[in-house]
């Protein structure tokens, strides 16, 4: 499978686009606003080009299997979970470490947190535990 690179230049002129959020030489992240558009044209009757096409995006700079997945991607994520599966989960946690010292109140609520997890947790398998000596004792019946 080859992979379909940005040229400096397809760069630049992704990166006018409204609906483009960042643009490198290997990835598009789309604005939520032009997900949600997406969406609304395709139930409308539209192919996923000329949404694109409609939203001012070169089609050849993007290529077919580029607008394929992103269209498939966010039309599943849509029919499973709604417009708040279109939303760049990213913007809410960067994944990075907390580098400040937490308060008192934040460590007994993330305490309190691990906690109720690992009591649900603890439930689990104490059902799965149940569940696996009635399938021994129905077999050995």
């Given at each position: ?90 913007k809410h ?18 305490l309190e ?29």
């Amino acid at each position: 499978m080859t992979k379909k690179f940005f040229s400096e230049q397809q760069q630049a002129q992704l990166k006018l686009n409204p609906y483009v959020k960042t643009v490198s030489a290997k990835a598009i992240t789309y604005t939520d606003e032009f997900k949600e558009f997406f969406i609304d044209e395709y139930d409308k009757g539209k192919y996923p080009s000329e949404i694109f096409l409609d939203a001012g995006f070169d089609i050849e700079a993007l290529g077919p299997a580029r607008i394929r997945r992103a269209s498939n991607r966010w039309r599943t994520a849509y029919k499973e979970h709604g417009l708040t599966a279109l939303e760049d989960a990213r913007k809410h946690a960067s994944g990075r470490p907390l580098e400040r010292e937490l308060s008192l109140e934040e460590k007994y609520t993330r305490l309190e947190a691990k906690m109720k997890l690992l009591e649900a947790e603890n439930e689990f398998l104490k059902k799965l535990d149940q569940l696996e000596r009635q399938l021994i004792r129905k077999k050995s019946k």
